[in-house]
């Protein structure tokens, strides 16, 4: 049975197809992760089953120098998951380090990608220009193949990805399709699944929020923390006073607005606001005021979320453990198949 028709893994029944998504581990998640992928993980995870990766190795690409940072962030990232609602029920969560076999499958993918193929992927042509690199490392350059081999050791039909993923998902694609055809239907091609993925620019306005840059507002961050950093953010440069006429669409707090505040009331209330900025009805100490009950209102179950989960650590091992199980033996099973493929002994 050839299983690119049939769309499902090999040897794996299954109800609901699968999806495959995931972070890098390198700082707890912030509210640019919240609105780019995770409040629709959580609505997903009833739909799909979900794995759901912690790619610390990934990460270490990246973020090589500071191993001490990636490992305490895998914790904390688990623990934002649970904190916005990802049930471990429902959904399997994993850590990339921990299941070998897809490090395995990136040397068999590799075989048959093209560094040519790696150096124009747009992707990584941005990341690298985006970070200062003058020379990539073997493993920066090749990371959209350990992905595709996160992707296929569960056989995942589905990848929600934001429009600067998709060459990834290409990538991953003409993998799967050049090793079925080399080596016989094995391994399934998944398809992306594109949503409304928002990048959340930084409280600086200066790119996206980012970690690193420290221009974010953690899904942790206590009450007070969330209504310093707002106060801290970058509006209208040319508003210099509380009724000068607004211009919303250069201001980085009505971003946030469009998408945690307002714009989350509805469409008439985004519009609303926006025609107050504009008319200089309100002044942006108030406006930021809104925003900050609006996310203080939106982060309360999550902090009380995560309080549970932080007072239970070993709940959260458990969480881990479960998943690394579980997709250790789907990986093994993908592994096994494409090596006998392959023509390789297996002892
Ligand atoms: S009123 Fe709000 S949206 Fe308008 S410029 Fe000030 S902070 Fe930005």
Request: neutral net charge; contains cysteine.
């Amino acid at each position: 049975m050839d299983v690119r028709t049939e769309n499902r893994p090999t040897g794996m029944e299954t109800h609901r197809k699968r999806i495959l998504t995931g972070d890098r581990p390198t700082g707890r998640l912030h509210v640019g992760h919240y609105v780019g992928s995770l409040r629709s993980r959580v609505a997903l995870q009833d739909k799909y089953d979900s794995f759901i990766e912690i790619a610390d190795i990934q990460a270490l690409t990246t973020d090589f120098e500071q191993p001490e940072v990636v490992a305490e962030n895998v914790h904390q990232v688990c623990l934002d998951y649970l904190a916005v609602g990802l049930d471990p029920e429902k959904v399997t969560i994993f850590v990339q380090s921990a299941v070998p076999e897809i490090a395995e499958l990136t040397v068999f993918y590799s075989l048959i990608t093209s560094v040519n193929s790696l150096r124009h992927n747009p992707t990584i042509k941005t990341e690298a220009a985006e970070r200062g690199y003058t020379s990539l490392s073997y493993g920066f350059l090749g990371y959209p193949v350990s992905q595709a081999a996160d992707i296929t050791s569960v056989g995942a039909h589905l990848v929600p990805v934001g429009d600067d993923q998709l060459p990834h998902i290409e990538l991953t694609r003409d993998i799967v399709r050049r090793f079925n055809a080399l080596y016989g239907p094995v391994l399934v091609e998944p398809q992306a699944l594109v949503g409304e993925c928002p990048r959340l620019v930084g409280l600086d306005g200066g790119g996206k929020m980012s970690k690193s840059k420290g221009n974010g507002i953690s899904l942790s961050d206590a009450p007070e923390l969330v209504r310093a950093k707002v106060k801290s953010a970058v509006t209208d440069p040319q508003r210099l006073h509380a009724h000068d006429p607004g211009h919303p669409e250069v201001c980085v707090v009505h971003t946030y607005h469009r998408y945690l505040g307002e714009g989350a009331r509805g469409s008439e209330a985004l519009a609303d606001f926006e025609r107050s900025c504009r008319a200089g009805a309100i002044g942006c100490a108030a406006c930021k005021e809104n925003l900050t009950r609006s996310l203080n209102t939106l982060l309360a179950p999550a902090r009380e979320r995560r309080r549970y989960y932080e007072e239970r650590p070993g709940f959260v091992k458990e969480v881990l453990a479960a998943g690394i199980t579980r997709v250790r033996g789907e990986a093994a099973l993908t592994v096994s198949r494409v090596k006998s493929a392959l023509r390789l002994v297996q002892f």
